[in-house]
């Protein structure tokens, strides 16, 4: 119930109108993607920036970027024509490999529903699959 109201209370603000995730932490001390993605942000008036994680708190462009590298294919997760609450789709390789159910948190990180190990292993899974 305490996050259904936090929800409703977030709900109506306008962009900009978040606490500033950023304003005590230096900016070059962040990775290249996360600074590119708070720049993104910013330029367009959106609210702070908040890194997408699995399940168990794992972020997901470190561990995409850890994979691709493994596997020597593109992973990119995205939906197209999506409504709230729709599932993403996994693509490898420009094609698509597997859905992935996804949520808001009430901090505002996007969560996939899957963990972080139980992911590569589907990963690994839609690779053994397409070879």
């Known amino acids: 119930m305490k996050n259904e109201r936090r929800i409703?209370?977030?709900?109506?603000?306008?962009?900009?109108?978040?606490?500033?995730?950023?304003?005590?932490?230096?900016p070059n001390e962040l990775p290249d993607?996360?600074?590119?993605?708070?720049?993104?942000?910013?330029?367009?008036?959106?609210?702070p920036y908040r890194p997408p994680r699995f399940e168990d708190d794992?972020?997901?462009?470190?561990?995409?970027?850890?994979l691709e590298d493994r596997y020597g294919s593109s992973i990119q997760l995205?939906?197209?024509?999506?409504?709230?609450?729709d599932d993403w789709v996994?693509?490898?390789d420009g094609e698509p490999a597997f859905e992935i159910p996804r949520r808001r948190d009430p901090a505002g990180y996007t969560v996939f529903e899957r963990s972080s190990t139980k992911f590569e292993e589907t990963v690994r899974s839609a690779l053994s699959e397409s070879a």
Not at 18 to 26: G, H, L, S
Not at 58 to 66: C, D, G, H, I, K
């Open 8 to 26: 409703e209370t977030l709900r109506d603000r306008l962009p900009g109108e978040d606490t500033d995730e950023y304003e005590d932490r230096n």
């Open 33 to 47: 993607w996360w600074k590119y993605a708070v720049e993104e942000h910013e330029a367009y008036g959106l609210r």
């Open 58 to 66: 794992v972020l997901v462009p470190p561990l995409l970027e850890t």
């Open 78 to 85: 995205f939906g197209i024509n999506n409504m709230y609450g």
């Open 90 to 92: 996994v693509y490898i």
